[in-house]
């Protein structure tokens, strides 16, 4: 039994409907369903569902291009990413063999713990991208803890918030973070806080 455009509808298949209609439906040797709803109903339920099908379409478009976009701006930042690398190691290497500075960031300590950011989207209708990030986070905490080395996890985005906010048993989630589509500078930073605390 099923409801199609609002109405109680009957089916069977190679037997006879029960109730008091018992005798009046019977399907045929060629094993067509017999169905109660009018061909209007299903003409409209079918529309209404090529409709609804449409609209998750365009909204899947328009998400794979906001991902594109944000792709070609970390692709663009990346020289800019490798430079500032360059400089903080040579300034580093340099204030190493200064004996009057005295500074957290240039102690060599063992690696003990690790911190994984794992940047993810707010909603799933961006392809892969979302499933891709948790699973190649589960599988980075897996090899650090396969070589000994615990880790700890900072979230930016609504999936991956849900998804190890439910794990808290097999992650230690350190925070959790919402920014929406565009960051502020004020929530950047606050990232940015969390990330040094625990680095120092």
Known sequence: MQAIGGRRANFV???RVGGTERAAMRV????RLACQASLKDIRDRIGSVK??????????????AKVRRAQDAVISGRPFASKLVDMLYG????????????????????VEKVLVVAFTGDR???GGFNNFILKRTEQRVAELKASGVEAELILVGKKGG????????????????????????KESQAIADVIYSKFV
């Open 91 to 110: 300034v580093n290497t340099r204030l190493r063999n200064e004996t009057d500075v005295d500074s957290p960031l240039l102690e060599v300590k063992p």
């Open 162 to 185: 849900q998804y190890f906010g439910r794990r808290t048993d097999q992650y230690e989630v350190v925070r959790s973070f919402e920014t929406g589509q565009k960051p502020t500078v």
């Open 28 to 31: 045929g040797r060629s094993g």
């Open 51 to 64: 409709n609804t099908q449409k609209i998750t379409d365009a909204m899947k478009l328009v998400a794979a």
């Open 13 to 15: 298949r190679g037997g």
């Open 124 to 126: 799933g209708l961006c």
